[in-house]
């Protein structure tokens, strides 16, 4: 689980350049294509990201 997982919608937006926005695009494509993850990005507050063993 990451809270805040949008930080402020700079997250979502790729023009946003700022490291820390990087490295969640990063490592929200990393936990979305691992196979042995189901993952869900929840649009609640700053978001949430879950992802669960299958």
Request: hydrophobic share 45%; net charge neutral; charged share 35%.
């Amino acid at each position: 689980m990451i809270n805040d997982a949008l930080d402020r919608d700079r997250a979502a937006n790729p023009a946003h350049r700022e490291p820390t926005a990087v490295r969640l695009r990063e490592l929200h494509r990393a936990l979305r294509e691992d196979e042995r993850l189901a993952t869900a990005l929840l649009p609640t507050g700053e978001g949430l990201f879950l992802a669960s063993r299958l």
